[in-house]
């Protein structure tokens, strides 16, 4: 649902800042919106967060909004990975979100390092106009479109991941704003419900059309 992710209230934005505690002071923010667990990539973004302090001077915020869902010690973990590599408040977990519109609204760009098949959170960021930096494996091959919509990289490269978060933080707000532009047009073209709906009539008048002439 494409509307979702376009009808966000600075209102909503706001009760999202206060409750995450982002202030003005947090520069650049990347958001990791899943669930806790390994293959989600939680402890990749982590560790890309911890280059990215020690080799740059630039603010940045990363946000890891999800469920533990029961993996307590996956959560232990990544609250000890962000205080061993002393992020502190560049970066926190801050749990289950039931707004995800207004989550990407808040956010300057949205991280999806894991190993995933499809990738539904690279198409969400992109209806919400904002950059994706993904894996550059399964279906978000296909769904971000490298150095317009986001950026690929590397899967389980926390290095490479870092350069695309720099990448980003170098690309300032406009040019931001102009590659999340061209996301939600991308989303809106290719994965909307509508657009869904008429490849799948698409096929099926295909085969009705082959079906016919076969018999003809």
């Known amino acids: 649902d494409i509307g979702a992710f376009e009808q966000v209230t600075p209102e909503r934005v706001a009760a999202l800042r206060a409750r995450w505690q982002v202030g003005e002071?947090?520069?650049?923010?990347?958001l990791h919106p899943a669930r806790l667990t390994r293959w989600k990539g939680q402890a990749l973004?982590?560790?890309?967060?911890?280059?990215?302090?020690?080799?740059?001077?630039?603010?940045?915020?990363?946000?890891?909004?999800?469920?533990?869902?029961?993996r307590d010690n996956y959560a232990a973990e990544i609250e000890n990975a962000i205080a061993d590599a002393g992020l502190g408040p560049h970066a926190r977990v801050v749990g289950h979100c039931d707004d995800m519109p207004a989550a990407y609204?808040?956010?300057?760009?949205?991280?999806?390092?894991?190993?995933?098949?499809?990738?539904?959170t690279a198409v969400e960021a992109q209806a919400?106009?904002?950059?994706?930096?993904?894996?550059?494996?399964?279906?978000?091959q296909e769904t971000v479109l490298d150095g317009q919509t986001g950026f690929r990289v590397a899967p389980n490269d926390a290095a490479a991941?870092?350069?695309?978060?720099?990448?980003?933080?170098?690309?300032?707000?406009?040019?931001?704003?102009?590659?999340?532009?061209?996301g939600h047009e991308n989303a809106a073209?290719?994965?909307?419900?509508?657009?869904?709906?008429?490849?799948?009539?698409?096929?099926?008048?295909?085969?009705?059309?082959?079906?016919?002439?076969?018999r003809s």
């Open 128 to 140: 919400a106009s904002r950059p994706v930096i993904v894996s550059d494996t399964g279906g978000q």
């Open 161 to 182: 991941l870092c350069g695309a978060m720099a990448r980003v933080i170098a690309l300032g707000p406009k040019a931001r704003a102009e590659m999340g532009g061209r």
């Open 105 to 120: 609204a808040l956010a300057d760009a949205v991280l999806s390092p894991s190993i995933t098949p499809f990738g539904r």
């Open 25 to 30: 002071e947090a520069g650049t923010i990347f």
């Open 189 to 214: 073209t290719h994965y909307s419900v509508g657009a869904m709906c008429e490849a799948t009539l698409g096929i099926y008048a295909r085969l009705l059309a082959a079906r016919r002439t076969s």
């Open 45 to 70: 973004s982590v560790e890309a967060a911890r280059l990215l302090r020690e080799g740059s001077t630039e603010k940045f915020t990363l946000l890891l909004a999800g469920d533990a869902q029961g």
